[in-house]
């Protein structure tokens, strides 16, 4: 079993920057992919970004460039680096592990002036 909890949302103004991170607990972090996904109102939830227990990453083109997903293994975190901001980028944000095996409950991002 995995519990995942995020943490770091909050309120930016376009441009700006945030960093979300993902604390997990229970079973072994190392092994798992870990995925950032998004919903915002009235939208499906999609990809953001997700990253290999090897590294790989792979990134919505909506945010290549502007987000970066990083892991530390040791601390069982994931991240996810948020730069140059959007106000399209206005979601619930959230960690999942293994594919979409296990959720964490979600942090806003608001993006606006």
């Known amino acids: 079993q995995v519990q995942l909890v995020e943490s770091g949302g909050g309120l930016v103004q376009p441009g700006g920057s945030l960093r979300l991170s993902c604390a997990a607990s229970g079973s072994i972090f190392s092994i798992y992919t870990m995925g950032w996904y998004r919903q915002a109102p009235g939208k499906q939830r999609e990809l953001v970004a997700e990253?290999?227990?090897?590294?790989?990453?792979n990134y919505a083109d909506s945010v290549k460039g502007r987000f970066t997903i990083s892991r530390d293994n040791a601390k069982k975190t994931a991240y996810l680096q948020m730069d140059s901001l959007k106000p399209e980028d206005t979601a619930v944000y959230y960690c999942?592990?293994?594919?979409?095996?296990?959720w964490g409950q979600g942090a806003q991002v608001t993006v606006s002036s």
């Open positions: 990253i290999t227990r090897g590294g790989n990453t």
């Open positions: 999942c592990a293994a594919r979409g095996a296990y």
